[in-house]
């Protein structure tokens, strides 16, 4: 009889709503086959130090699909191929303590690592591939910005989340007669912007995808005064750019990312839009509040189709490679086809078209 397999999870970069449902799918459809499942705590942290490895049974993870975060935790700065280390001295130093984590995953004798997580993740998982490491990885992010998969858990949840926000900012614009102008997150793609802006009648969109003219959003601000709207919703995606400006990074200085921590364009499209106009304005970032809380029925059920369809490649032995959306079906991915494809909004979107027939503007 062949001998059931011992399976590595774990969860890495941000978090998303339905990273319990995909654990708990790989760990029920394991178990159904009497396999083994290991839950490796923070991204690859816990395969460096592996005193905290855990054994994952039907018990612990029983309808843990409708709870928000992720019972393994997860970080956004522990590239074990870029790690970095602070030397005896107090300064840090970038190391590559990746054959650390291949000797310790093949001393507890795992057979497979189900990564989840978003570009970097995959990249990371790629590189341990190469390394001769059997991963499958499941796609997970509330930015949607992954090619490959129609579409990730987590995106569904934060899109309903920025909507019911930006209906609420209607009521209390309108009574001030005020521009409220409210910053979401999506990284480099305007996705989570242009669903939630276009479902919460939002009268002015910004997407990383259209550069913006702040004379554009101002001129259709005062369109809608003359037209006795002495109000106005702006949503701003975090990654949205100026015409002949640059993105806006917070993050310079925070030890161990690798990538950009984006913000800040939200209060700057505010502050121009009350110069311009002399309107009253306030800016919000909705921030986390996207990620957080019970993931929606589409998330949970889309976490875990792509758990179990991932515990099923596993026995297929399909490694190096994702499971990806093509609806009707979960589908495998090769990663080489998946690492460094970020999906845009297409410029000929059936949204933005709507959108512009509807009335709003991209500020372009
Ligand atoms: O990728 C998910 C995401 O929430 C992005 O939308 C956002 O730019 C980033 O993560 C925020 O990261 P952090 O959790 O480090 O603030």
Redesign the pocket.
Known sequence: MEKGMRIAINTG??D?PGLNAVIEAVVLSASNRNWEVYGIKNGYAGLLNTDEIIRLNPESVRHICNMGGTILGTT?KGNPFKMPITNVAGETEIRDVSDKVVENFRRLRFDCLIATG?DGSLQIAYDFYKKGMPVVCVPK???NDLGATVVTFGFDTAVSIATDAIDRLHSTAKSHERVMVVEV???HAGW?ALNSGVSGAADVVLIPEIPFSIDKICDHIMEREIHGQHYAIVVVA?GAVPEGGRIMDKGKGEVGRQDV??GGVGEFVAKEIALKTGKDTRSLVLG?L??GGSPTTFDRLLALRFGAAAVRMVEQRNFGAMVALEPPDVKAVPLEQVIGSIKNVPAGSDTIKTAREIGISFGD
């Open positions: 970069g941000g998303a956004n978003g992010t509330i930015d997150m999506g990284r989570i975090e921590v984006l986390h996207q990620r």
